[in-house]
């Protein structure tokens, strides 16, 4: 049996709006998040992820900003095609730990609902993956509120 480990990290800025997308949650917020799809960190950072450890390179290579067929994009589906990618390549999912970086807003009640989405798109039990929240405590562009930020890891085995 072969593993691999890939790691990701996306950043978005916030911009007017009224909820953002995190792990495929919608989450109420006094702003949104600029970007070409629906700018779920968490998902754009998992799906990341994956693809390092596929060495296919990154989410703007497979489902480039500048392609009107992304726009408004759901990131869960994003995230089961990367998924198609590795099962395509052999390939499946055996965990993940994700790490969201923002002062606001509050991630820990939207954890279970997000471990929901991942263990579903990624064919896992929900006890494989995990999300968390952390603060820069004021510090940087995610400590003055400017964005949001995640990171993600995930291990591979050969299926």
Known sequence: MSFRIGQG??????????HVMLGGVRVAHDRGLAAHSDGDVVLHALCDAVLGALALG???RHFPPGDDRWAD????????AVNAMAAERGWRAVNTDVTVVCEAPRVGPHVAA??????????????????????????????????????????????
């Open 58 to 60: 990154d989410i703007g």
């Open 114 to 159: 997000m471990c929901a989405n991942i263990a579903a798109d990624l064919g896992l039990d929900t006890g494989a993956v995990s999300v968390k929240a952390t603060t820069t405590e004021t510090l940087g562009f995610c400590g003055r509120g400017e964005g949001i930020a995640a990171t993600a890891v995930v291990l591979l085995e050969s299926a």
């Open 73 to 80: 994009a759901d990131s869960r589906a994003l995230l089961r």
């Open 9 to 18: 990290l996306d950043v978005h800025a916030f911009c007017d709006g009224d």
